[in-house]
Structure formats: C-alpha cells, structure tokens
C-alpha cells in the first residue's frame, strides 16, 4: 500500500497525477489479486474524469495509452466495483468529446471487450442491473462509429440478450431505456433486424408505444425510433402489417397530435411518423396505410400543423408518406417517347437508342406495372440513415483512381491520310496573302518554297478554290425543313421560335398520336389595336391570305410537338402548333409579330454595353440583328416537326431590360403549401380537368403541361417554351410542367422562369424578364416507368410551378426556361458580323464543318488578325500564332451558353484595341453550336440521333455524331501537324448551381482527392492548367474560382474536356459552365443573370486570353503600356476571389438529398458545400495595377 502514498501530494500537476494513476493500474493488471487497490485506483480516475476535461482530454490524446489500460483492466478484472468504475470512466470520455473520442475507443478494441463483457455479465442470474445499465449506455454510444459492430454483436450472441433483458424487464424503465437505445443501433444491421423481428421484437415494441401520456415518453421515443429501424426490413414490415399495426399508429398518432397542443413531444410524433415512413416502403405497407384511410388522416393533421418552421418535419414526413402511398398516376399520355420521329441512317447496336428501337410496340412505356407487383424499396435511395456518408462514397467512386489512365497520352485515333480532309478548313496555315488587300503594301512578296522556318509544321495543302467557300454559303443558308427524316423535301416551315433552344413548344407540349397533324388556331380576342397593327404590316414572303389574326403557337427554332395540356382547372389559351400555311419557303410570324417596334438602336446599344468596358463594338456596320434576314434564314433551315412559324421575340430579339432582377426571395411556406394542393389534388379528383385542352370555352386558372422527349428518345424533359394567349388581367395563373426528370433545380433558391410580352414589347419594351411568384420544383405523383429512368423502377417525376399574373388583357406571352438562343440566330449573327467587320484588319472565316444529320450546316468560325503585310517574316508571325479552339452548344437546353459565346464572337469581332491585340496572339477556331439539329428541334439535351452529344467524343460515330466526329477531327489535325491548341473551352450551362466556373483536368488533384495522399506527392504536374481560371476569377465578376473543380471522373471520360486533354494532349482543357440562375458572390451577388451579363463573360473570357498570353510568353510578348492600363481598367475591385484549393465533385448537375424537395423554404443552398472555411481575397486597389512579373508571382502558381 505504499505505492500508493505517493499519488496524493499536491505538489504534483493534474496531468502527472492521472499519469501515475494509469501507471499504478498498468502494474496492478500483472498482480490481478490486489482488487482493493484496482478499485481505489480506478475511483481516483473517476473522480478525475468526472470534474476536470484536462484529464478527458489527456486520456483519450495522441500517443496516450490510457484507453489500453483501462480496456485491459476491463478485460482482466473480477471485482465487480472496478468494472463499474472503469466503465463509468468510459462514459464520462465518450458522453463530453464527440464523435473523435468515441472513435478512439473503438480503435482500441472496446466494441468486442464490451460485447464480451456482456456475455459475461449475462451468465449471472439475476444479471446486475447496473452493470448492464452501465454496458447498454456504452454500447449505444459505440455502436454507431464501428462499422462492424452489428456483424460482432450478432457473433457474440448479444442480440438475445438484450431482447431477453427488455422482455423481462418492461417495468424496468431504467434497464429498459438503454437497452432500447442498443436494439436501435443492432438494428441498422438488416440481418440483425431479421433475426429480432424473428424473436419477436416487433410485438415487443407496440407493448412499449401506445397512447398520448404524460409518463415515459423518454421511453417510447426511443422505443419509436427502434421500431422505425426494424421495420425498413421488408420481413419485419410485413409481419407489422399483418397484425394490424398499421391501423395502430395511424390511431396512436392522431391521439398523440390532439393531445399534444403545446408541441412538447414532437419526437414522438415525429417517431410514429418514421415507423409508417418505413413500413409504407412495401406495397403491403402502403396498401395497409390506406384501407385505414391514411391518406385523410395524415392530410387533416398536417392541415391543422400551424405554418411554423418547428412543425415542418411533421408536415414534410407526412406529405412524404403521402405521396408515396397514393397510387401512382400515370402522365396522361399513350407514350413517353417523343411525338417526333426522325430515322436513323445507322442503329445503335447497343445504348438507350437501341433499346428504344427494339422496344416491343405493344409496351407501354408510360407506366412500369412491375413497380405495382414487388415489393421494392421505393426510393431507397432516401431512406438510408447515412446519407451524407453515402453520397461522399458515391462521389468518390466515380473519381478516376488509375494514375495510368489519368496521364494525357496522345492518341492520333486517325492516320495523316484521313485527316487530310480537314486541310481546306486550316487555309490560314498555307496562305500567301497575295489577293488580299493588306494594311501595307510593300515590294519582296512572300514565296511559299516549302521551307519555312522556325516551329511552322503546315500540311501541304492545296489551294480553295472560290466555288468551294461559294457551296459553304449556300449550305448554311439552307435550312430547309424536313420532316422525320424527308431531308430532301421542302415542306411548310413552322418559324424557329425557340425551337432550337428549346424543347419548347413541342417540349412543353407535347401531342398525342393521331393529333400530329392537327393545327391549333385562335381568333379568340386580340385587342382592337393589334389587330390593325397586324393588319398595317407583313412579311414579304407571307402570302396575302394569311389571316391577320390566327394564332400558331408552335415555334420553329424551338422545337417540339403539340403540348398536351391536362388542364387542372386552369387557364388562359395555350396552344402550341400553328397552322401550316405556307408551302414551299415562306414562314408565319406568330401572333402579333408585324408591328414595327424598331428595336435596332436598341440592339446596338445592348451591343456596346454588354461587355462594360471590354465592349463590343460594331460601330461602322448594322445591328447584328436583322428580322428581315432572320427570316431568310428560317425559312432554310431543316426541322423534324416542319415549323412553319416564327415567335415575337425571336423576330424582333432581345434586349436586356435597364434595370437588375433580383434573385426571388421566396416567402416561408410555399412550398408546404403547393405540396399540400397536389396532395388535395389527389384526394379530391372531381377537381381535375384531366383531359387535353387546346382552347377553353370556360378558362380557369391552372394548367399542367407536359413537355415532349428529346427526338428518338423517352426522356430529357427540363427546357421549355411555350406561348400562352388570351389572358386576363388580375388573375392569377398558375403553370405546372408535371415531367421534369431533375432531383432538384435552382426555382427552389430564387431563379424565375422568363416571359417575353407583345403587348410590352409593342410599347417599347421588347425584352424577356424574370416573372413569377410562388415558384417550387418538387416531387409529384406521376411515375416514371423504368424504361425512361435507366431501369431503376420506383421513380417518380418532378413539377415546376409558378404562378403569373398578366399585366395586359388578351395579350401573347412567351415563356422560356433560360433566354432562348435559335440556330437561325446564331447564323443571322455570323452573317452580321461577317458583313461588317474590316477585312484589312480582321482574318474572319465562315466555313462549314459538316452537315447534321437532318441537313442543316454546322458553321466553324476562324477569326486572328490580318498579317500586317506578306512580307515573309509577318506571314511566319501570322502563321506561328497559338491555336484557341473554343465550342458551344452541345446540350441545346442550355441556351446560356450561346449567350457567352456572343459575347466571345462580338468581342473577338470588335475594333477596340485590345481585341485586336487578342487576334495578334491566337488564331481562334470557334465551333459555336455542336448541336444544330438539337436546338432546332427543341432537344434539352440531346441530338436527333437520341444522344448527348457529349458523351460521344472517345468513339463518335461519323454517321450519328458527324458534329462531334469532326470537331475532334479538327483538333486531331491540329495536333498532327504539331500545332496543339493553348486553350480548349467548351461553353455549357448548369442548372443547379450559381456563377459562373470551369472545371478542368489535373493528374494532381485527383489523385488527391483520393484521399491517397502519398501517391498525389509522387505526381508532378504543371499547374497551368490553374492559371486561365484565375485570371478569369480576377477580371470576370460572374466568375467563381471556388465552385471550379478540376477532377477527373470516369463518367467524364468520353466528354470534351477529358477527351481533348487526354487523347488530344491540351493541357488547358476546360468546360465553363454559366448559371441559369445568378450570383450570390462579387458585384452581381443577389442578382438573376441576363444576357448582358453572360455576354460580359464570353468577353472577359477574352481578357483573360489576353492575359494568359502575357503570363505564358512574356519575354517574346509585351503589350504597350496604354494598352496594359487599360486592360487592369477592366478588373472589377470589387470582384472577389475565393481560394481555389477547394475541390467540387459532381456532375453536370450535382447529387440532391430527396427530402430538400419537400423542406426547402428559402434561398440557401443544398448543394455540396465548399468549404466554410475558406475566406475571400479582395484585390487592393494598389495589387490590381501590379505589373505581369508581379502578379504571376503572387496570384500563380
């Protein structure tokens, strides 16, 4: 007993005390016969544990061997009151050091010492209560940090016991209570839960649960929350529904609701509403819940939930169950596929497009009955407890993990042979000059002798003769329209009103077999003023029997089949197919499209500002848009559906409105309350419509639409454009597009559909705004059927809804998802700009890539500065430049992207100086629309072949992807000739995130991601892959450098970005991705994005081109000192940069958790969060002028 004599002296620090305390036990484990001083030693450390956290901390610290010693004392003692205190010691370090130190514990070993001392502790009989009190707390506290543990538990026999000890022990509320809470946790093992539900744990539960009461709630929730665990057994959900208790907690809920007023044991409610959440998960399930009349139940309680944020996991747990027990509907329609068909000149062997064509036609693919017949888990994918956990593992399993496969290693995929096609696009490479007329005039011409010097590798290609660019022209004017798949033949032309971009009309909806053919007029009243304005003005080419005042509704860059609107009591005129008045190539303006508003000041205007003060600038030549030419171009461009009208906005065009649009704040509430009219929707039916409206004798006020497929495919439903027609003024309509396919979209976090009104446009306000109020996207009741999700079954579909009042009576408004951006304008634009740029500066080239599928050009624009002269050295400097390849457009929903993409062209085109200093250092080869038939068709997503073109670009096919085959084609050919781009960028949109950013491609940082740190220190890298991006985030507002990512993923290997860096060999291969939404960062924070905006950054992306230039070569490239001055005036100050060592994993669009669709009431975002740590750089006045050498030091890697 001496040894102890020396542990009390109050000399000694605390630290040293409990050091010599687990020193003193460490020697008592070899001398297992001195149980009094064990005891007493393991008192002191209680003592200690218990009152001060130095001692918690310094036991369970790095390198500290405290843990082992009380485990190993554990494991080695018999005295009963030395296992009581170390296992109170184990509590106390557990109970006050979160989830770190409960993990330590179990690195250690303590999972299977405790579970054995369990078993031990069982043999007794009767077994000492607080000994098992004290082992339950621990293990429930345990459990959940060790992965294994339901495996060890099972192994050990623990199951039984504790099941056994709560059998015996009902009234023991304090033995009962943790061992409810360790049931809970064996329980997140489904075989554990099998083998209890076997032995009766069900039954167990419902003796535990009942009626409101003021005693134990403690008890029944944790009773609750065990039975919601067991019940996700679809064994144990089973035997729950066969006795009856389904009835039984619908009835203990509404008890436990009314008795409830003062919210005090929301828990239990909560709990009860778990239980029914996961028994409703079998088809059993949720036949029980609604013979008991379920759905009334859980509809009246939620109804009578006051609107406050505590009670909303009640109403959004209820409205869950709800809409998933309810029979499904099915989308009012005979077939998902698209109401257009376009014939494949080959068929896929393998893919969705070849299982589309071998579909049996007898099938419905409208509805999968076998989701009726299993019993599955409907959306299993929410009803995991780790949620977070499992959408970390999901993310990183798509990182690509093979070092082999993430080097960049060229691969000429084509012989020299072959890509000899492509020298006719490259003249830049081998011509002399001779014909042009050149700035300055000098004797000793350049004589191409096949010897050039320096790092000039041109292929020899022949002359162009002047035919072959005459035959270009033609074919891009040449948009004649064909239908499914008579390219030949010129049909009646429906006008591209959005068609392109959109999925539009036709996309929003979408006509029923039988009905293709059947147009869609309205006389319905237009204003006495409109129609005369109609009938002061027409097109040249419209015949004069067209009837002033009929209404097509279909557009033709926009694309789609007739919508079918099931009208849920609602609305104004909506049609969407007009008339096929004309044959051969006249068009159709849409309703009151002949009103002259002359908006081409406007438009120049709208030019010059757009870029501030990186404007562009057209001065000497007209507007870039022309109606007059924009028809012209119409009428030959090729359609599936053969639109034969043009819409307002895409005659007249736009101009960005003088005033910011605010991101949409969002009022508390309504979402819960638009979830709660679809459930009441489907409880009281008599209120539906439910049949295909076109025009409406007795208008109402709320119409479902439904958006056509992608042409050759079931799905893609997300872009819109739609023209509605013979409104009222003071009423509310609401719009409900019933088949979105997204988990989730930014109408949740303030983005507003765009509306685009004649009768504003009439009084000089021709511009599309954000409009809409009480905006929500979320789960419906319609079903996918698992032929249109890929094969999963169980899936349901999603609504956009918002609500519009009219500002004019009997007006025509057009609606769109993002701005709309036709191929008929693109090619209007490049004519415009072809027309009025100056030759002797400007080398600009309109050629064709290659023809579509349905017939339409593909245009490829090459734009650098003119040689100053052909002497011989300004033709090596024009023919030395840096390639930059630049694209657009792949995915025609995202409309953004042609948006940036003006901005790019009109900047490049302008005459400022440091666009001509930008055409000195690079030879841009721009492919601006990947897609053409995509967007002329109203695809979201895919090209006519029923694809997404940018999957498509390790293996394109020439046949069914000639766009993408010969894009890559271009730059295969750049790279065999030994002229690999500086920059490759592929502009696209994102739909679920805010700014705008790139990602981009890094062996480094993948690897890293990985968290395999010792093999990311073994890669070396060039990390100018980072520099672009950057600058970008320095000069571009709208630019955020934290959302960029520059991680490769291996359901990214056959886009662009990935291809073009790893096959081709571009470092700097990048996507940019702009928001459909706005920004909640830099100068545009809290603001919905327009055009002005994102042409602002297809500009700056220029600067920063520029910029890039000066970084990469400065030795052999310096810029005039006005002209550096005037390029850092282009950086905002107020522009922040984040840091950019966050790294952002996802997809084009990122993963959503289910629940947010039922829970998201106001602006923040859901998405995967960067880190919060992470602090803005604001440049200082002082840093924003600093020189190159300056600022690639500070701000470069």
């Not at 790019?904 to 721009?926: G, H, V, W």
Request: glycine fraction near 6%.
């Amino acid at each position: 007993m001496s040894k102890l004599k020396v542990i009390p002296e109050k000399s000694l620090t605390n630290n040293s005390r409990i050091v010599g305390l687990l020193a003193q036990l460490e020697k008592i484990n070899a001398e297992p016969s001195e149980s009094d001083t064990a005891r007493y030693v393991t008192s002191k450390i209680l003592h200690l544990a218990q009152s001060q956290e130095k001692t918690r901390r310094e036991m369970t610290a790095k390198g500290s061997t405290g843990m082992e010693i009380l485990l190993s004392t554990l494991e080695n003692t018999k005295d009963l009151q030395t296992t009581l205190n170390i296992l109170s010691i184990l509590v106390e370090l557990v109970s006050a050091g979160g989830g770190r130190r409960v993990s330590f514990l179990v690195t250690k070993g303590g999972s299977q010492i405790l579970l054995q001392l369990l078993m031990n502790a069982s043999k007794e009989s009767p077994p000492h209560e607080d000994l098992m009190v004290q082992i339950h707390s621990i293990l429930a506290k345990i459990g959940p940090k060790d992965k294994k543990f339901g495996v060890k538990a099972r192994i050990n026999g623990a199951l039984n016991i504790t099941l056994n000890l709560v059998k015996q022990n009902l009234q023991n509320h304090r033995l009962v209570l943790p061992c409810l809470q360790l049931l809970r946790v064996y329980s997140a093992n489904s075989v554990n839960s099998v083998s209890l539900g076997k032995n009766g744990v069900v039954e167990l539960m419902f003796k535990i649960i009942g009626p409101f009461s003021k005693k134990n709630s403690s008890l029944i929730k944790v009773a609750l929350d065990t039975l919601a665990a067991l019940l996700k057994s679809k064994t144990n959900a089973r035997r729950a529904v066969d006795r009856g208790y389904v009835q039984v907690l619908l009835t203990i809920y509404v008890d436990w609701h009314r008795h409830d007023n003062r919210h005090r044991n929301m828990l239990i409610r909560k709990g009860i509403l778990q239980s029914l959440k996961s028994v409703t998960n079998i088809k059993l399930g949720r036949k029980a819940f609604i013979d008991a009349n379920g759905m009334k139940i859980l509809y009246n309680t939620s109804q009578e939930c006051l609107a406050v944020r505590t009670l909303d996991p009640l109403v959004n747990t209820s409205s869950l169950i709800m809409r998933k027990c309810f029979p499904k509907n099915r989308l009012p329609l005979p077939t998902i596929k698209s109401s257009f068909h376009f014939q494949l000149p080959v068929i896929p062997v393998t893919g969705p497009v070849a299982q589309l064509y071998s579909l049996p036609p007898e099938v419905d693919d409208v509805v999968d009955e076998s989701d009726d017949n299993d019993d599955i888990d409907v959306e299993a994918e929410n009803e995991t407890e780790n949620e977070d956990d499992l959408d970390q593992n999901f993310k990183n399993d798509d990182i690509e993990t093979d070092i082999n496969k993430l080097k960049p290693q060229q691969e000429p995929g084509r012989t020299i042979e072959d890509l000899k096609m492509y020298e006719h696009l490259f003249p830049e490479l081998v011509d002399d000059f001779q014909d042009y007329d050149l700035i300055s005039k000098e004797p000793k011409p350049f004589v191409f002798e096949g010897k050039v010097r320096g790092p000039i590798v041109v292929p020899t290609a022949g002359e162009e003769t002047s035919g072959n660019s005459g035959n270009l022209r033609k074919v891009v004017m040449k948009e004649n329209i064909s239908s499914k798949g008579d390219e030949g033949e010129k049909k009646s032309t429906f006008m591209d009103l959005a068609k392109e971009d959109i999925k539009d009309n036709d996309r929003t909806l979408q006509q029923q077999p039988g009905d293709q053919n059947r147009t869609i007029s309205s006389v319905h009243g237009l204003n006495n003023d409109i129609v005369k304005a109609l009938d002061r003005i027409t097109l040249q080419n419209i015949p004069s029997q067209t009837a002033p005042g009929f209404t097509a509704e279909m557009k033709k860059d926009c694309s789609l089949p007739l919508t079918v609107l099931t009208c849920a009591k609602a609305c104004p005129h909506m049609a969407t197919c007009g008339n096929v008045l004309f044959e051969g190539r006249t068009v159709q303006l849409g309703k009151l499209c002949c009103t002259g508003v002359e908006t081409e000041d406007d438009e120049d205007t709208e030019s010059n500002s757009s870029v501030e003060q990186a404007s562009v600038e057209v001065p000497d030549g007209p507007t870039l848009h022309d109606p007059d030419l924009y028809i012209e171009i119409v009428k030959n461009t090729k359609s599936v559906p053969e639109y034969s009208e043009v819409a307002y906005p895409d005659y007249f065009g736009h101009i960005p409105p003088p005033f910011k649009e605010p991101i949409l704040e969002r009022p508390y509430g309504v979402q819960r309350t638009k979830i709660a009219q679809d459930i009441e929707r489907l409880i009281h039916q008599s209120d539906i419509i439910d049949r295909v409206v076109y025009d409406l004798d007795n208008p109402k006020n709320e119409y479902d639409l439904i958006l056509n497929s992608d042409i050759n495919s079931n799905h893609y439903h997300q872009w819109f454009y739609f023209e509605v027609s013979g409104m009222r003024p003071g009423v509310a309509y609401r719009f409900n597009i019933i088949n979105c396919e997204k988990s989730n979209s930014q109408f949740n976090y303030g983005m507003q559909p765009l509306m685009y009104s004649v009768q504003e446009a009439l009084n000089a306000r021709p511009w599309w705004i954000r409009m809409g109020t009480d905006i929500c996207y979320y789960k419906n009741h319609f079903s996918r059927s698992s032929v249109a999700a890929g094969g999963q079954k169980g899936k349901s579909y999603y609504t956009i809804t918002f609500t519009v009042n009219f500002p004019h009576k009997d007006d025509v408004c057009y609606f769109a998802y993002h701005y709309p951006y036709t191929y008929s304008t693109l090619q209007m634009h490049l004519q415009k700009l072809e027309s009025a740029h100056n030759p002797q500066q400007i080398y600009f080239r309109k050629d064709v890539l290659c023809e579509t599928l349905s017939g339409n050009s593909c245009p490829l624009v090459t734009i650098t500065a003119m040689p100053e002269s052909n002497y011989y050295e300004h033709i090596c400097h024009f023919r030395n430049r840096p390639y930059v390849f630049l694209s657009a457009r792949v995915h025609p929903g995202e409309t953004n992207a042609s948006w940036v993409m003006k901005g790019t062209l009109e900047y490049l085109m302008s005459n400022n100086p440091t666009a001509q200093s930008l055409r000195e250092s690079y030879i841009f080869k721009i492919v601006p629309m990947l897609n053409p038939d995509g967007v002329i068709n109203g695809n979201h997503r895919c090209s006519l072949s029923g694809e997404d073109l940018n999957r498509q670009w390790q293996s394109p096919n020439p046949d069914l992807h000639p766009t993408i085959y010969h894009a890559k084609g271009l730059l295969q050919y750049l790279a065999a000739v030994k002229r690999l781009p500086l920059v490759y960028c592929d502009y696209h949109g994102h739909s679920r995130k805010k700014n705008v950013f790139m990602y981009g491609c890094s062996i480094k940082e993948t690897v890293w991601h990985t968290n395999d740190n010792a093999t990311s220190c073994d890669v070396v890298e060039d990390t100018g892959y980072r520099t672009l991006p950057k600058i970008l985030s320095h000069i571009a507002p709208a630019f955020c450098m934290s959302s960029c990512s520059f991680v490769v993923e291996k359901s990214k290997e056959s886009t662009a970005r990935v291809v073009v860096w790893r096959e081709i060999g571009v470092q700097r291969s990048y996507t940019m991705e702009s928001t459909l939404c706005g920004c909640d960062q830099g100068k545009y924070k809290g603001l919905q994005i327009g055009t002005q905006e994102l042409e602002e950054m297809g500009a700056k992306f220029c600067v920063g081109l520029l910029r890039l230039k000066r970084l990469t070569s400065p030795l052999e490239y310096n810029l005039p000192s006005s002209l550096l001055d005037f390029e850092n005036d282009l950086i905002e100050s107020s522009c922040k940069v984040t840091s950019p060592t966050t790294y952002v994993l996802d997809e084009d669009e990122p993963r959503f958790l289910e629940e947010v669709d039922y829970s998201a009431e106001s602006n923040d975002e859901l998405d995967i969060e960067l880190a919060e740590n992470v602090g803005d750089y604001e440049p200082s006045a002082q840093e924003e002028v600093l020189s190159d050498s300056e600022l690639s030091r500070t701000y470069l890697p």
